[in-house]
C-alpha cells in the first residue's frame, strides 16, 4: 500500500509554469507506475501523464503534450509534473495516482489507479 500526497499548486498567470510534487509512502515505491490526472469543477477526472515504475517510460494527453514534463526521483519517492505555458484552461485539481506493476493497459483511465493522493489547486489567471 502507499500514500500519495501532492503540492507545489497555486495561482499563476497564463504563461507562467508550476512545478508538482506528489510525495508518496512506503519503501518501493519504484515497483509503482504512477499517473497525474486533473478534474475542474462540473468536468470528470481528466487524465495528464503517467510514467512508469523506472522511469523510462511516459504518456502525456495530447493537450499538455509539449507544455508538461513528468518525471521521478525513485530515491525521494517523488514523482514530479512541471507544467509550462500554462493556460486559464489548465486551472483544475490535480491529483496524483499509483498503480502496483506495469503501466501496461488503460493507463489514462482513473480507474487503472489504485491510489490517489487529496489533490492540489492550479489556478491560471488570464
Known amino acids: 500500500q502507499v500514500q500519495l500526497g501532492e503540492s507545489g499548486g497555486g495561482l499563476v498567470q497564463a504563461g507562467g509554469s508550476l512545478r508538482l510534487s506528489c510525495a508518496a509512502s512506503g519503501r518501493t515505491f519504484s515497483w509503482y507506475a504512477m499517473g497525474w490526472f486533473r478534474q475542474a469543477p462540473g468536468k470528470e477526472r481528466e487524465f495528464m501523464s503517467a510514467i512508469s515504475g523506472g522511469g523510462g517510460i511516459t504518456y502525456y494527453a495530447d493537450s499538455v503534450k509539449g507544455r508538461f514534463t513528468i518525471s521521478r526521483d525513485n530515491a525521494k519517492n517523488t514523482v514530479y509534473l512541471q507544467m509550462n505555458s500554462l493556460k486559464p484552461e489548465d486551472t483544475a485539481v490535480y491529483y496524483c495516482?499509483?498503480?502496483?506493476?506495469?503501466?501496461?493497459?488503460?493507463?489514462?483511465?482513473?480507474?487503472?489507479?489504485?491510489?490517489w493522493g487529496q489533490g492540489t489547486q492550479v489556478t491560471v489567471s488570464s
Open positions: 495516482a499509483a498503480k502496483g506493476g506495469t503501466l501496461s493497459g488503460t493507463y489514462y483511465y482513473p480507474n487503472f489507479y489504485a491510489y
